[in-house]
């Protein structure tokens, strides 16, 4: 069974910059896309970023293109989020997900890391 095990999660003031990391482990899998995903109190769960295995594309959500970075270790099964900028706006759970085929959703998902930005 595949695991996804996120951190780097904080309490930072606004315009400080966090780096969070998601470390996918357990068995034989395929990794096609990783992704970060983030959900705040009363709102649905919102995409963030996400990295193409083979290539390395990325893919970024509207609210934080030109601030966050997404990278990954093949090596280590790791993917990055580098966030820099950040707002209030941004305090949300953050969840790293693994998407193992080029058909249907992000098969596996981790319990997520807590960021929270002050004013």
């Known amino acids: 069974q595949v695991q996804l095990v996120e951190s780097g999660g904080q309490l930072v003031q606004a315009g400080a910059s966090l780096r969070l990391s998601c470390a996918a482990s357990g068995g034989t899998f395929s990794i096609y896309y990783m992704g970060w995903f983030r959900q705040a109190p009363g709102k649905e769960r919102e995409f963030v970023a996400a990295?193409?295995?083979?290539?390395?594309?990325?893919f970024y959500g509207d609210s934080v293109t030109g601030r966050f970075s997404i990278s990954r270790d093949n090596a280590k099964n790791t993917v990055y989020l580098q966030m820099n900028s950040l707002k209030p706006e941004d305090t949300a759970l953050y969840y790293c997900?693994?998407?193992?085929?080029?058909?249907?959703?992000?098969?596996?998902w981790g319990q997520g890391t807590q960021v929270a930005v002050s004013s």
């Open positions: 997900a693994l998407k193992s085929s080029y058909v249907g959703n992000y098969d596996y």
């Open positions: 990295i193409r295995w083979s290539d390395e594309s990325t």
